[in-house]
């Protein structure tokens, strides 16, 4: 009988084959599904959480405990509507997070059942239908910024050490492997600063527990000045975390697809490795809401991937399992894109990009 790390390695190969031959599809929004729950602060408390001292509405992550049945369905439905990569529901489950509704304790045991109900959705989509399907922990950028001070009074003050975010990072990665995750998603990267961070968590986490997982990196270029909010470009946020030999990098959150596309279009020009993309469905409306319909995501993506400028592609904010379905129609038996072949350089970056000349 196969042991957990030889099914995981197995997982993999499968993973990077697949990626080679076709578009990958990831799911979508979690946090808008939820909502449509209406669920109440008892559904967060369950009847562990009775006593919390804070109100506990709106820590969706906590749910992976206190409602497993929630996030099971919704991964299920994100399954049924062609995802091929599952995140597990661990956007807010480090403990910088979490302490903001005193929770810091049970974090790990958050992303633990994270990774497991992702894990026990997936394998029973493959056990029906023999198709792979992979789960990808997610990392979120945490509530803090390590590189921008909070307090205008005083610019040199910071909320959070890079020891402090490696540290919760990788506690939290630690257990998502322990979940059974197949790959590690740093997602929503603000501030390359707390991706550099997580990505030293990943790689001492993984060390320490004699496994190597493949590991995406997805960045946010948070409005149309073409920067991230620590204020690097596209080219420059490449130039960051390219030595960490991603399995993809890409864009997600903050934009629609029809903003988002300026901006893949020069990721796909300089990535070595594939692309993954997920914006989200539009601009969010006054009220909050994503109003941009399947069909409508679903065409600027299929265009992305017609025009060869992504390898895996899904939703953020708003989109659902029929925006997943569209888009997975979109793209279906389309050529994935080749990565960039560019001339060995130095290349390094602050907010703008530099490369080294050839001499």
Same mark, same amino acid.
């Given at each position: ?39 109440e602060e008892a559904d967060f408390r369950g009847t562990r ?22 996030? $099971? %369905? ?7 509507? =062609?995802? /091929?990569? +599952?995140?597990?529901? *661990?956007?807010?489950? !480090? ?74 990072? $990788? %506690? ?7 979940? =059974?995750? /197949?790959? +590690?998603?740093?997602? *929503?990267?603000?501030? !390359? ?19 190597r997982l493949p590991v995406i990196i997805s960045g946010t ?139």
């Open positions: 009988m196969p042991t957990e790390d030889a099914r995981r390695e197995h997982r993999i190969a499968a993973l990077e084959r697949a990626l080679a031959e076709r578009i990958l599809v990831l799911d979508g929004a979690m946090g808008s599904l939820i909502q449509g729950y209406a669920l959480f009775t006593d919390s001292a804070k109100d506990l509405k709106g820590d969706n992550d906590l749910l992976n405990i206190t409602r497993p049945d929630v996030i $099971r %369905e919704i991964h299920d439905r994100y399954l049924e509507a =062609g995802a /091929d990569i +599952l995140e597990t529901n *661990t956007f807010n489950a !480090t403990t910088i997070s979490q302490a903001e509704y005193g929770l810091e304790a049970v974090a790990a045991e958050i992303n633990r059942e994270g990774a497991r109900i992702a894990r026990a959705s997936v394998d029973a989509a493959v056990a029906r239908d023999g198709r792979p399907r992979w789960v990808a922990g997610a990392l979120g950028p945490t509530s803090r910024t390590a590189s921008m001070s909070p307090d205008v009074n005083d610019p040199g003050y910071r909320a959070v050490t890079f020891d402090d975010l490696e540290t919760a990072y $990788r %506690e939290e990665v630690e257990a998502l492997i322990d979940g =059974g995750v /197949d790959l +590690l998603l740093i997602e *929503t990267v603000f501030d !390359t600063l707390n991706a550099k961070a997580a990505i030293f968590a990943v790689e001492t986490a993984m060390e320490a527990r004699g496994v270029i948070t409005d149309r000045s073409g920067r991230t909010l620590s204020g690097q470009t596209t080219e420059a946020f490449w130039n960051s975390v390219a030595h960490v030999r991603p399995l993809a990098v890409g864009l997600n959150c903050a934009l629609g697809a029809d903003l988002m596309r300026p901006y893949v279009q020069e990721l796909s020009r300089v990535a070595g490795t594939p692309v993954s993309a997920y914006p989200n469905a539009g601009l969010p409306n006054a009220f909050g809401g994503y109003d941009e319909a399947p069909h409508e995501t679903a065409a600027h993506l299929g265009a992305w991937a017609r025009d060869g400028l992504v390898n895996i592609v899904g939703g953020c904010c708003g989109t659902t399992p029929d925006h997943i379905r569209a888009i997975a129609d979109a793209v279906r038996g389309v050529k994935p894109r080749a990565p960039a072949d560019r001339p060995v350089r130095m290349r390094l970056a602050g907010l703008e990009p530099f490369e080294m000349p050839a001499f």
